[in-house]
């Protein structure tokens, strides 16, 4: 597994092929995933993004300057092996959406809430047949059960590699709706996540901006941005 600070070990990257994908060599020898499998991609353009991480480093490795490769480290050794778990926990947050629930004051906040939103419950009406409920407040309300599974089908489409950016999308806006959108290419990533991010906005604008969350406010979107850039390489 690669550690932070690591000292660098190799010369030369180059791109291999191999019968079930394109393997990243470093000095000829294959990158394996951290349980031991061969680090594969499905893709020539992913496959040299990822050898260009790694040409990249420098004396000491930093696998936070990595991101496509721990995308394909988490498709090939987690999404793989935890498939039907991985999309019913995603399937959860579709019954408590986030741009189902919704304020009733101030009017400008309402306003903008409708705006972002209303297109995307919309957008998931017409091309899952799942037309969810809206609320005022934050008390649950229960979605039809014809939407959500219509939902969880539509997450479960997806193959272990566009699971991990259906995972980013979802679990970083709160949204299925909006993950579902992003991993479709039908919404980029700052969009999306400026979308899932009215409530804080609005209240930023009030209040000011605190320099934790907006730190934190920061790592989300490049983490989203990073799943972008490895969706729009497969």
């Known amino acids: 597994m690669l550690k932070q600070g690591a ?7 180059s791109v ?8 990243i060599l470093l000095d000829t020898r294959p990158i394996k995933t951290p349980a031991g ?5 499905p893709t020539r353009g992913l496959a ?18 990595m991101p496509l490769t721990k995308a394909l480290n988490t498709a090939l050794d987690r999404v793989s092996v935890n498939r039907n778990a991985i999309v019913t926990d995603l399937a959860k947050y579709a019954g408590a959406d986030l741009i189902c629930y919704r304020a009733d004051s101030p009017a400008e906040l309402t306003r903008r809430q409708t705006a972002a939103w209303n297109p995307w419950l919309d957008w998931a009406a017409g091309r899952f047949g799942a037309r969810l409920s809206i609320t005022t407040g934050v008390t649950h309300v229960p979605q039809p059960e014809e939407a959500l599974e219509r939902l969880q089908d539509a997450i479960a489409a997806h193959d272990e590699h566009r699971l991990v950016v259906l995972h980013a999308g979802i679990t970083i806006t709160g949204s299925a709706v909006l993950g579902l959108a992003f991993a479709a290419k039908a919404i980029p990533a ?9 409530d ?3 209240q930023a604008e009030l209040w000011g901006r605190d320099a934790e969350a ?8 490049a983490d989203l941005t990073a799943a972008e850039a490895y969706l729009n390489l497969l």
């Open 200 to 202: 804080e906005s609005y």
């Open 190 to 198: 700052t969009d999306a996540f400026a979308a899932s991010q009215i």
């Open 214 to 221: 907006e730190k934190a406010r920061a790592q989300r979107l």
């Open 37 to 41: 499998a061969l680090l594969l991609a």
């Open 7 to 13: 000292k660098r070990f190799y010369d030369e990257v």
């Open 48 to 65: 040299e993004a990822i050898a260009a991480e790694w040409r990249g480093q420098g004396e000491k490795l930093n696998p936070e300057t």
């Open 16 to 23: 291999g092929s191999h019968a079930s994908g394109l393997s």
